[in-house]
């Protein structure tokens, strides 16, 4: 079963009822694929629909709980990625996994064997090797150059070379053209149909419909790890794809429908943010009362945006006003004492000390509330513990004590502690990036409600999910971001799954 | 690579450890090992001291013998200490051995060479340990050097600056009286420099265990970039421990030179084993796993007590470099043996 198929062109590769379960999450249910040699598949599907994890069961990098990949009528198990490069598969997957202190030479024949010499390697037929697969690219790129000196689409560029130089079979590309200029995109296409004309197998997984009309032969779209659609390009609309990916079924549960007075207040007010190649002049304003919605494929640069508000990041241009009164916001203290804070996507490298007692996280950010007597910058343990005991009561975490150490609690709980501690910071805007992510029906209810609850008392909450259901039920208004750009907005009735979807997946 | 070091030893030191979890239901043999581990090197520590006493019950275990042993325990406790504050936020600095002997070798040269008056030279010894620590600091914190070798470099450039003061020459003459005064007096019956070492001790223990400076030093441990989203100045923060740690040096090399009315060069290097070892095996005790100030109290004279005791079993070199190395290595494995358990 090892890496020794013959390297001869495969005609079919084809998944059958894959179903992969995680804790708590079926992320495959039932999934079918099939990729042909000669012909490019486009991949779709929201996030979370379930295409990344079919990628690593095809790279091998998790093994299926049901189903089977079948390589030209037989059945063949992909143990390990090892196996996987042995098929003939080759992976380009969109965070690059090459090493950047390699030369380019070094990265196209990597893991396929150096030619040797006495047990040294023979640079120079090192470098002839990755010339002649380059050149098939048709792209400059000098061997010899160290890898990290390249642009990302040279870098894309250098792993379909190395999948080349390991005469793959089927090429599996995952958002390729992520951060990719008009030309390269382009210039990429051009090489893809090369391939496929070599009757090489390509599957492309990408958000952008364009690309998808422009590129693919066939597409296959995913939801909620099953395989809902399959059929030639040529054969489909937009309008009909983006039905498929966002189901006809809308669960349009609809929590809450505040209208905002007319006269609620400007809490904040967004102008110009860039940082470029990231963010591109993004403006918006947020209201007193008001729970704005940010919705964007990942990537789309909502994070990014957010934390440059927040002072996580320093923007390059722009101008943050709050409460009419313009704030140089250069540092995360700095946006705390302007009254913004951010509750970060990561948790566990971002949100909390896991080292730290609940109690101890909950007072971080505002240790001078609790000291033994106002001048003196010693925390009084008493006031913190009561304090913190009161938060953990209000938000139902589930600790025996304040004193238990942060990286005890589940992820839920983690989270609600990182909210904890911002709670009564006094801060007009809440920035919640993905507080949702990896938590049960249950904390999310809490969250919705807390959130809700901030907007209530006045607050401006900013709210990034990108499970865009979340979004419709929260929400009073909703931006979308694309390409590092606030592209629409949705008000009230007009925000829907579907009016998202489409917005993000346009181009 | 030049990370590794550092990084490998913070990965050591985040290992889940016993003494955060307090209610979970613990079968007996879990409350020992969890009593082993969080005591252990105590353990250790009063079980030597009562072997001592009991091999030496005439010369070990007498008010002298403590006074000694504290006194001489004295210069690696303020070093200690001092060097408790950078790990507890996961930084490291190397270069106080360097500083010791620069502060032991500038405050000697003005002294005598330059016939400054001895105040002044003690006060040019400290703000040498203050520049030291603010150079490092900020080439670590606001560079984003690794402290591991900016302060491996940085001790090497120190102990440059000291021989350019003194020429690598001995110095047994001239050192003013009063300077000898600082270490070698007394006050209330106990050497200066038990006073000296109890002073810095608890105001870094105030600093650490008892500030919200403290508190912050121990978030940017924890997780730096948490605590820079809470609103911690990290930066700054960690320039404070490497300056902390600079003083703490300049503080040792003056009391070096005031204790022997001598200056021999290079003076600092022997404390640069004691003092890790002192504040790694007092990570083993109190709070496992973090490095703490009491711990670091206990490490030091927990060394110092092995050091003496030895000497007057009046055993071979050998044999005392072997238990001295076992002890340390048994007590610090007792507590690790505990805290990997869960």
């Known amino acids: 079963m090892s890496g020794t198929v013959s390297a001869g062109r495969l005609e079919r590769v084809e998944v059958r009822g894959i179903v992969k379960r995680y804790p708590g999450v079926l992320a495959l249910d039932g999934t079918d694929v099939t990729a042909t040699g000669g012909s490019i598949l486009g991949l779709l599907g929201k996030n979370g629909a379930g295409k990344s994890t079919l990628i690593k069961v095809l790279a091998g990098v998790v093994q299926p709980d049901e189903g089977t990949i079948a390589i030209d009528g037989v059945e063949t198990v992909v143990g390990s990625p090892h196996e996987a490069t042995g098929l003939g598969f080759s992976f380009v997957h969109q965070e690059l996994a090459d090493v950047p202190n390699l030369s380019v030479a070094e990265n196209v024949s990597l893991g396929l064997g150096y030619p040797t010499t006495g047990g040294l390697v023979k640079t120079r037929e090192l470098r002839r090797r990755a010339r002649g697969v380059l050149e098939r690219l048709e792209v400059e790129i000098d061997p010899a150059a160290p890898l990290s000196g390249l642009s990302i689409a040279e870098r894309r560029m250098v792993m379909i070379a190395h999948g080349l130089a390991a005469n793959a079979s089927m090429f599996v590309l995952d958002e390729p053209t992520a951060s990719l200029t008009d030309g390269e995109i382009e210039h990429l296409h051009k090489v893809l149909r090369s391939l496929r004309d070599e009757g090489v197998a390509i599957v492309y997984v990408s958000h952008r419909l364009d690309e998808i009309f422009t590129v693919t032969d066939r597409v296959t779209v995913m939801r909620d790890g099953e395989t809902v659609f399959s059929g030639a390009t040529a054969e489909v609309t937009k309008p009909q794809l983006i039905e498929q990916i966002t189901g006809s079924h809308i669960p349009t549960e609809l929590r809450r429908r505040r209208v905002l007075p007319d006269g609620a207040e400007e809490l904040l007010r967004v102008e110009g943010m860039s940082l470029p190649g990231v963010i591109e002049d993004a403006g918006f304003t947020l209201r007193a009362g008001e729970l704005l919605g940010l919705a964007g494929l990942v990537g789309a640069g909502r994070t990014e945006l957010v934390r440059l508000i927040s002072g996580a990041d320093r923007a390059a241009a722009g101008r943050i006003v709050v409460r009419g009164e313009e704030r140089r916001i250069r540092s995360p203290r700095d946006a705390m004492a302007a009254g913004i804070v951010l509750l970060p996507e990561d948790r566990k490298t971002q949100g909390a000390v896991l080292s730290f007692s609940v109690r101890k996280n909950i007072t971080l950010p505002a240790m001078s509330r609790f000291r033994l007597a106002a001048p003196l910058p010693m925390p009084s343990r008493r006031q913190e513990r009561a304090a913190s005991q009161d938060l953990v009561e209000r938000l139902k975490i589930k600790v025996p004590h304040v004193e238990q150490p942060a990286r005890l609690l589940s992820g839920g709980n983690q989270q609600k502690v990182v909210l904890a501690k911002w709670l009564e910071s006094g801060a007009d805007v809440f920035i919640f990036d993905e507080p949702t992510h990896g938590i049960d029906v249950e904390g999310k209810e809490e969250v919705y409600d807390l959130m809700t609850e901030l907007a209530e008392q006045g607050r401006g909450v900013i709210f990034i999910s990108s499970e865009f259901t979340e979004l419709v039920g929260a929400c009073n208004r909703v931006l979308v971001m694309r390409d590092g750009r606030l592209v629409d907005e949705f008000e009230g009735d007009r925000i829907s799954d579907a009016a998202l979807v489409a917005s993000c997946y346009s181009d | ?342």
């Open chain 2, 1 to 342: 690579m030049s990370d590794n070091v550092p990084i490998s030893t913070a990965e050591l030191e985040r290992r889940p450890t016993v003494g955060g979890v307090v209610d979970e239901p613990a079968t007996s043999s879990e409350r020992w090992t969890g009593i082993a581990s969080k005591y252990g090197l105590l353990i250790a520590f009063l079980i030597t001291i009562v072997v001592f006493s009991l091999a030496r019950p005439s010369a070990f275990p007498t008010g002298r013998n403590v006074e000694s042993i504290l006194t001489n325990a004295a210069p690696a406790m303020i070093i200690a200490v001092g060097l408790t504050v950078v790990l507890v936020m996961q930084d490291f600095d190397l270069s106080f051995g360097g500083m010791i002997g620069l502060a032991s070798g500038a405050s000697t040269a003005f002294m005598v060479k330059y016939g400054w008056p001895w105040q002044l030279a003690l006060v040019a010894a400290l703000g040498f340990g203050l520049l030291a620590g603010v150079l490092n600091g900020y080439m670590i914190a606001y560079l984003g050097g690794s402290s591991f070798i900016i302060t491996l470099a940085m001790g090497t450039v120190l102990t440059g600056v000291e021989f350019a003061f003194t020429s690598q020459n001995t110095v047994y003459d001239g050192i003013a009286p009063g300077f000898a005064q600082i270490a070698s007096g007394q006050f209330l019956g106990l050497s200066n420099q038990i006073w000296i070492a109890a002073v810095i001790a608890l105001l870094i223990w105030v600093l650490l265990d008892r500030s919200e400076i403290g508190r912050y030093m121990y978030a940017i441990g924890g997780n730096s970039e948490a605590a820079r989203l809470s609103g911690v100045r990290v930066l700054p923060l960690r320039v404070l421990g490497f300056v902390i740690v600079g003083l703490a040096a300049a503080v040792v090399g003056i009391l070096i030179v005031s204790q022997s009315s001598s200056y021999a060069p290079n003076g600092g290097t022997p404390y640069l084993l004691p003092a890790f070892a002192a504040a790694f095996l007092g990570a083993a005790v109190f709070r496992p796993g973090e490095f703490n100030l009491l711990g670091t109290v206990v490490g030091v004279l927990f060394l110092g007590v092995i050091q003496t005791g030895l000497t007057m079993l009046n055993l071979q070199t050998f044999v005392i470099n072997l238990v001295q190395g076992g002890i340390l290595v048994v007590a610090v494995l007792v507590s690790r043996l505990g805290a990997r358990s869960r």
